[in-house]
């Protein structure tokens, strides 16, 4: 049974006056990540994940606009949530994404895309395009059997030969991380522990004694809990994700009951969303049966209206 709203946001309110937050929350992710003053915290965090070091560190980064201008007027405009660029040129794009829409490994290529191409301008040559890396943090898990942290490139599937390093597509699995020592866990896994919440207050705090950077995360998440109007964006941000999947919930109990099936309306929204198309052009490419196209119709509309309410569409 759900819970009332007014217990919910108690409970959120419990933990912030207790100093857990929820570190993939989008408006405090942004302001610890996203921060000249605080860039050194991001610029660690890379490191990790992209295991780079010695002469490979990362020692600088800038801060970019965040939206992409598209080629086109009737392109679909980009909105990265951290868009940085390192003192080689690299392009580095970091997303946090709660609720699984069944499309990030497409997100981010055309994410991907858009960076390198951003790299090439009129009469440029190719030989100066810089290479280009998408890092994605998930709530939830899309690759079944594959370790918590992974990276795809393009290589030859024959001879495991890597084409360039110009691409690089990093996906961390929250929920997949294991609880272990922290002495014992590597630099990445300091950063799925901290991103996990599934430390208690002792070891959070050895964590932090073991990650400056991490210490210094904690340290701007006070800070930002002590700004009124950045609470109440928090609050109101974990309010939306937890209506969104209230809703979820009562969306595919209702399918279930009337037959529907809920990974369609999935495919209904996401080929709405990446072709432009409306939900009838959506249904005859996926061939819905006539006699169930009002139900599936209601429900992916419910739940389209659900999101942009929510806000959550990003997410």
């Given amino acids: 049974m759900t819970k009332p709203k007014?217990?919910?946001?108690?409970?959120i309110e419990n933990d912030i006056a207790n100093k857990k937050y929820n570190p993939m929350n989008d408006v405090l992710?942004?302001?610890?990540?996203?921060?000249?003053?605080?860039?050194?915290?991001?610029?660690?965090?890379?490191?990790?994940?992209?295991?780079r070091h010695g002469a490979a560190t990362i020692k600088d980064i800038q801060f970019?606009?965040?939206?992409?201008?598209?080629?086109?007027?009737?392109?679909?405009?980009?909105?990265?949530?951290?868009?940085?660029?390192?003192?080689?040129?690299?392009?580095?794009?970091?997303?946090?994404?709660?609720?699984?829409?069944?499309?990030?490994?497409?997100?981010?290529?055309?994410?991907?895309?858009q960076m390198y191409l951003m790299n090439l301008s009129k009469g440029g040559k190719y030989q100066n395009l810089k290479p280009s890396i998408t890092i994605n943090i998930l709530r939830y898990n899309i690759f079944p059997g594959e370790p918590a942290h992974s990276m795809y490139s393009i290589y030859?599937?024959?001879?495991?030969?890597?084409?360039?390093?110009?691409?690089?597509?990093?996906?961390?699995?929250?929920?997949?991380?294991?609880k272990k020592p922290v002495s014992e866990m590597t630099s990445v896994e300091r950063w799925l522990a901290y991103f996990s919440n599934k430390l208690n207050p002792k070891e959070m705090e050895e964590l932090a004694m073991n990650e400056a950077a991490i210490q210094t995360a904690l340290d701007a998440s006070a800070i930002f809990m002590q700004d009124k109007k950045e609470r109440?964006?928090?609050?109101?941000?974990?309010?939306?994700?937890?209506?969104?999947?209230?809703?979820?919930?009562?969306w595919f109990s209702e399918g279930r009951a009337e037959g529907v099936d809920t990974n369609?309306?999935?495919?209904?929204?996401?080929?709405?969303?990446?072709?432009?198309?409306?939900?009838?052009?959506?249904?005859?490419?996926?061939?819905?049966?006539?006699?169930?196209?009002?139900?599936?119709?209601?429900?992916?509309?419910?739940?389209?209206?659900?999101?942009?309410?929510?806000?959550?569409?990003?997410?």
């Avoid at 992710?29 to 990790?48: H, M, P, S, W, Y």
């Avoid at 409306?278 to 739940?303: S, T």
């Fill in 6 to 11: 007014s217990l919910i946001q108690q409970a």
């Fill in 64 to 113: 970019q606009n965040s939206e992409i201008v598209p080629f086109y007027d009737d392109d679909k405009l980009t909105r990265l949530d951290i868009f940085c660029v390192t003192e080689d040129g690299t392009q580095i794009d970091v997303e946090v994404q709660i609720v699984d829409k069944k499309n990030m490994e497409r997100r981010t290529l055309y994410y991907w895309s």
């Fill in 29 to 51: 992710f942004k302001f610890i990540f996203g921060k000249d003053e605080r860039k050194q915290v991001t610029i660690d965090f890379l490191n990790a994940v992209l295991d």
């Fill in 232 to 250: 109440l964006n928090y609050l109101n941000r974990e309010m939306a994700i937890f209506d969104y999947e209230s809703d979820k919930d009562a």
């Fill in 156 to 178: 030859n599937m024959e001879t495991k030969r890597r084409l360039n390093e110009d691409m690089e597509l990093h996906f961390l699995e929250v929920p997949k991380f294991q």
């Fill in 264 to 315: 369609s309306v999935e495919l209904i929204k996401n080929l709405m969303s990446s072709s432009n198309l409306n939900v009838d052009a959506a249904m005859d490419a996926l061939k819905i049966p006539e006699d169930k196209r009002a139900k599936y119709q209601v429900m992916v509309l419910q739940q389209i209206k659900s999101e942009r309410n929510g806000e959550i569409g990003h997410l």
